[in-house]
């Protein structure tokens, strides 16, 4: 079965520092994807970024980067520059292997950010 | 109205009521979800409809009843339901040929009294 592990349950940040919010995985699948969103008070969930387990770069969005690192079965969320606006829950997703019917994601416990000003 | 709507935002009802949360994607998807965010668990995929045939029921309760008409509603309809069942009910779609995104709504914040 497939995990998301993230150990962190809250983090700070000054603002305008960069932050990574840790995110290990665990699958026997060799093809799966992974997916960070951000979820602010209000609830909904924003996708943020994926990374593609046969991507070769490290995937990027404006001021977000993911630090994957394959055979630690790592996938780090990077912010940089964070601003107060940053402030919310951060869920890490795995993608199980690509099915017929759509995607059915696995979710870590979160992270909560802070950032201060 | 654009993206993955939801309604009602809020929703407090009684152990013996009977009500129905809606969720509606201009998105053009095929693909839409039904997922459980309670307070103490990570978020919890409960139900996969794709072209409006149910594809995944992730051992959910029945007095959790799923419908979808078409490819771009979604219901969810409750009755009976527990104190435990008070939640954060998020809708999702997705392009079933696209694996790189799946989008959600504001959710429902469910209390069950």
């Known amino acids: 079965a497939q995990k998301i592990t993230q150990t962190q349950p809250g983090m700070f940040v000054q603002e305008k520092e960069a932050v990574t919010l840790d995110c290990t995985y665990d699958?026997?699948?060799?093809?799966?994807?992974l997916f960070w969103y951000k979820q602010p008070s209000s609830g909904e969930m924003i996708f943020l970024i994926y990374q593609g387990s046969y991507d070769e770069q490290n995937a990027t969005e404006g001021r977000y980067s993911l630090n994957f690192q394959k055979a630690r079965k790592s996938a780090n969320l990077v912010i940089s520059a964070s601003q107060l606006g940053d402030s919310a829950m951060y869920f890490c997703a795995m993608r199980e292997a690509l099915m017929e019917y759509g995607n059915k994601l696995v979710f870590g416990a979160g992270t909560i950010l802070r950032v201060k000003s | 109205e654009t993206g993955v709507t939801q309604t009602p935002r809020h929703l407090v009802m009684g152990m013996t009521n009977k009500k129905s949360l809606k969720c509606e994607q201009h998105?053009?998807?095929?693909?839409m979800y039904w997922y459980k965010q309670s307070a103490k668990k990570p978020l919890e995929l409960m139900f996969v409809?794709?072209?409006?045939?149910?594809?995944e029921n992730n051992s959910v309760p029945s007095r959790f009843s799923p419908e979808c008409p078409n490819s771009s509603h979604l219901f969810l309809h409750l009755h009976t339901l527990q104190p435990e069942d008070s939640a954060l009910y998020l809708c999702a779609s997705s392009q079933v040929s696209n694996p790189y995104e799946q989008y959600f709504g504001p959710g429902t914040r469910l209390t069950v009294t």
């Open positions: 409809y794709n072209f409006k045939e149910q594809t």
């Open positions: 699958t026997s699948d060799q093809s799966y994807g």
């Open positions: 998105l053009g998807h095929n693909a």
